[in-house]
């Protein structure tokens, strides 16, 4: 069964930075496309990028020029990259499996960004 721990979250000014960790057990992620989503309050979870099995990125338009996505294989674990961070930026961060049926979702982190 795949677990994953999300990590990294915290309280942040707007223009500020954080990354994120997720750490999977049970799967290799160098073997899977890996997403991250987030869920502010009151909304939907939303998609906020994903790295391939190849390594190749792609982040939400919302996003793109300020967050980037990184995996260390020895660690098994990806990285969220949050720059220039913005209140609307502002909620829980999840990651999981972006090809195929998802894993259990983790607890996820929280992100909350000051004006």
């Known amino acids: 069964q795949v677990q994953l721990v999300e990590s990294g979250g915290g309280l942040v000014q707007a223009g500020g930075s954080l990354r994120l960790s997720c750490a999977a057990s049970g799967t290799d992620f160098s073997m899977n496309a890996v997403g991250w989503y987030r869920q502010a309050p009151g909304k939907h979870r939303e998609w906020v990028g994903v790295i391939d099995a190849g390594g190749k990125t792609g982040v939400t338009s919302s996003v793109k020029g300020r967050f980037t996505i990184s995996r260390d294989s020895a660690k098994n674990t990806v990285y969220l990259q949050m720059n220039s961070l913005k209140p609307e930026d502002t909620g829980v961060y999840f990651c999981?499996?972006?090809?195929?049926?998802?894993?259990?979702w983790g607890q996820g982190t929280q992100v909350t960004v000051s004006s």
């Open positions: 999981n499996n972006a090809n195929g049926s998802p894993w259990s």
